[in-house]
């Protein structure tokens, strides 16, 4: 099997990014990242793209709000389809994306969230986390379903909320869990090993060939 090609959403300054082309590079990830877009003109996740000579696309959003317009996320779609991507992985991308945009890719979009889903969803996660006082927060990888941080969870890594936390320094314990966690997600999903049933995603074993016992992706 060929590595997969992802497609990545970004918002932002895409760390997240960054870590998904670390781990290309240096081999921990079999995979080609074929294209960034974002909905941000300036976004430096955009640039961080370019820097690793990766394809980067701004797409005007043609609205403000949780969503792209439908022309724009039309748009969106077609770009990924022109890419060829097989896994979409949103790194910061701040629109919740439609139902039909979900559809054409069942199965095939990761997202990143900074709690221990279904804690906590949404926005200011860390914020609401410190003011509810939980004792551990962390991060999740999920399968991207027509809710919001709703769909089926791949990953997950908890880390301890301590005292005289802030937002600032919560979200950077977290933030390291999360460039950890999202590579392995992707280098499962790379090797065909997530398998969803119902809410669930069971990680099935490596398989190895029968001839020389190296591992075999499906």
């Known amino acids: 099997m060929s590595r ?24 921990r990830l079999d ?36 969503r792209l317009s439908k022309e724009s996320e039309r748009r969106v779609i077609d770009v990924l389809d022109e890419f060829r991507v097989d896994l979409i992985a949103l790194a910061g991308f701040m629109r919740i994306l439609r ?40 991060c999740t990888v999920h399968f991207v379903d027509e809710g919001v941080d709703t769909g089926p969870i791949i990953i997950q890594a908890a880390v301890p909320v ?3 936390d802030t937002e600032e320094v919560l979200s950077s314990r977290i933030l390291r869990e999360e460039h950890r966690i999202y590579t392995e997600a992707i280098r499962l999903f790379a090797e065909g090993r997530l398998k969803i049933e119902g809410r669930v995603v069971h990680v099935l074993p490596e398989r190895r060939d029968d001839a020389g016992g190296d591992e075999s992706r499906h």
Do not use: T
Request: glycine residues 10%; aromatic residues 6%.
């Open 4 to 27: 997969i090609r992802i497609g990545v959403l970004a918002s932002g300054r895409g760390s997240n990014l960054q870590a998904i082309i670390d781990s290309v590079k240096e081999g």
């Open 31 to 66: 995979a080609e990242v074929a294209v960034v877009v974002s909905d941000v003109e300036d976004a430096y996740a955009l640039d961080r793209a370019r820097s690793a000579g990766i394809e980067a696309r701004y797409i005007d959003p043609a609205r403000k709000g949780a």
């Open 99 to 138: 139902s039909d945009f979900v559809r054409h890719f069942s199965g095939r979009i990761m997202n990143i969230h900074p709690s221990l889903l279904p804690s906590f969803p949404g926005l200011k996660v860390q914020m609401k986390a410190l003011e509810y006082g939980v004792k551990y927060s962390g």
């Open 162 to 164: 301590l005292d005289g």
